[in-house]
């Protein structure tokens, strides 16, 4: 039995070379082998570097335009949380390659203020929407800023942090939050995984066995909001976190659902074995991700 029993599946999907796919998953296992182990903060930090300085070079070859290609997920996304955006101001942390900023920025939505923050500060299109655009440059994890803002969000950011990472990024997260501010998190939940390039050994997403490149931290309903009521945040809500179901939060943008709904499901044996016991072309159909709002009432 191959090695890789679903690295052709995961090539027709992605368009990635079948040996490319594999020379990905070694470089990112052989980093998420060395930083679960590495005691050094600062030695952590390089291992990060070069990692994603390598991925970026890896995925920004110029016949692929990615920005331009995730703009309308991005502004998918912008518009589930409409109701917590608008007239409101922004920090993107780990924003990447500025695609939601920008995305939100010509979504239509109302902001008062767009700020990202990433090792490396993305150059946005020269226009309208690319001007709206202010960045931080900092390290994302370990970081200070001279305001506060009204909402922060963690798109598909958490998961990349090292567990001997996390009480000081929720700290620097925190302190860039205004009381009664929001932090909106979209997250790869644990038991629907594995959601990076571990895909190639199994692309079930029905939890069979951890992520090991570079999520390293997927996560849960539960471990989540635990993380977060220890700095002070409270009022958890979720949107429709079925994966297969998204649209749906696309024509309901307002719907808000107590997240501790989907805590208590994950913590049923009998709702978890049921959920990814419901598989359609291979993968489970109600695979859920982690989709947090949360309210900061007072920093601790």
């Known amino acids: ?88 101001s922004l920090l993107d942390v780990g924003c990447g390659d500025g695609t939601f900023l920008y995305a939100l920025a010509a979504s239509g939505i109302q902001t008062r203020e767009l700020f990202g923050l990433d090792i490396k500060a993305p150059s946005f299109p020269d226009d309208q929407y690319g001007s709206k655009i202010n960045c931080f440059q900092r390290n994302i994890i370990r970081f200070e800023i001279d305001r506060k803002f009204d909402n922060l969000i963690l798109d598909n950011v958490y998961e990349h942090i090292a567990p001997q990472d996390k009480s000081i990024f929720l700290d620097s997260i925190t302190a860039a939050l205004k009381t009664n501010s929001q932090l909106i ?54 949107t429709i976190p079925f994966i297969a179901f998204s649209s749906i939060r696309n024509w309901f943008p307002s719907v808000r659902i107590p997240a ?35 309210t900061l009432k007072a920093s601790k």
């Open 185 to 238: 998190m979209v997250i790869p939940h644990r038991y629907f995984g594995p959601t990076d390039f571990t895909t190639i050994i199994d692309g079930s997403f029905r939890g069979k066995i951890p992520a090991q490149c570079v999520h390293l931290n997927e996560t849960t309903f539960t471990d989540v909001m635990n993380d977060l009521k220890s700095r002070g945040f409270d009022d958890f809500k979720t």
């Open 1 to 88: 039995m191959s090695a890789f029993p679903y690295i052709d599946t995961i090539s027709k999907r992605s368009g990635i070379p079948v040996d490319k796919l594999q020379e990905i998953y070694e470089m990112e296992h052989k980093f998420y082998v060395e930083i679960m182990s590495e005691p050094s903060f600062e030695a952590r930090q390089k291992l990060y570097e070069f990692v994603y300085r390598r991925i970026h070079e890896i995925f920004s070859s110029p016949a692929k335009n990615y920005f331009e290609d995730r703009i309308p997920i991005k502004t998918r996304i912008a518009k589930q949380f409409r109701r917590e955006l608008e007239n409101k």
């Open 260 to 294: 501790s709904l989907f805590a208590g499901l994950e913590n049923s044996r009998f709702w978890m074995w049921l959920f990814r016991s419901v598989v359609f072309r291979g993968k489970c159909l109600f695979r859920m991700e982690v989709i947090i709002i949360a």
